[in-house]
């Protein structure tokens, strides 16, 4: 319970898991992972606690991955973080397989097979998934952002601009619309 079996950078060696539970903290870098930094750049490195417990050739993890992607917000373009925090899950099952049921796990994404002989698991590709489709598309600096002005382009967050621009009220928009014949 609670030791560290040698996960290294992301890679669980079974023979350091014995029968029952067992605590894993892992801190991966983007590196690690290979996430493009050009996309979503992850700072600091992704932490993941996971408990593995082990009925014979089963490993269940459960646990929590999170992480920080920072970037510009998306409506002041200033700098910005999102943290992210989600459950995860993953069945790896140590035994022979049909082709069938190797192909309906692969589609699975908390459930992987490996070979009887296999020593090693690599958890990278299953946790650089997470963290692909977790990450959001864009961030904000904050909630209530009132962004930059669409006429001057001053950022709203400084105070209001020389247009003094309101927020386009939809309704009114919507009247703008309508023409009288
Ligand atoms: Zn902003
Ligand atoms: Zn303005």
């Not at 790896?92 to 992987?112: M, P």
């Not at 400084?158 to 309508?178: H, I, S």
């Amino acid at each position: 319970m609670g030791l560290d079996p040698g996960t290294g950078h992301g890679v669980l060696r079974f023979e350091d898991l014995s029968e029952g539970a067992t605590s894993l903290e892992l801190a991966l870098t983007a590196e690690d992972l290979s996430v493009a930094r050009d996309e979503l750049e992850m700072e600091p490195a992704v932490a993941a606690s996971l408990r593995v417990y082990r009925a014979g050739e089963t490993f269940t993890l459960t646990g929590q991955l999170r992480w920080v992607v920072t970037g510009e917000c998306y409506r002041c373009l200033a700098p910005a973080t999102a943290a992210q925090a989600v459950s995860v899950r993953l069945v790896i099952q140590r035994r022979r397989a049909a082709v069938d049921e190797q192909r309906a796990v692969a589609e699975d994404d908390e459930a992987a097979l490996c070979d009887p002989g296999v020593q090693a698991f690599d958890l990278r590709p299953w946790l650089r998934e997470i963290i692909l489709v977790e990450s959001p598309i864009r961030i904000a600096c904050r909630e209530a952002c009132p962004g930059l002005c669409p006429t001057c382009g001053s950022d709203l967050n400084q105070g209001p601009c020389p247009c003094n621009t309101a927020p386009a009220d939809p309704r009114w928009a919507a009247l703008k619309e309508v023409r009288f014949t």
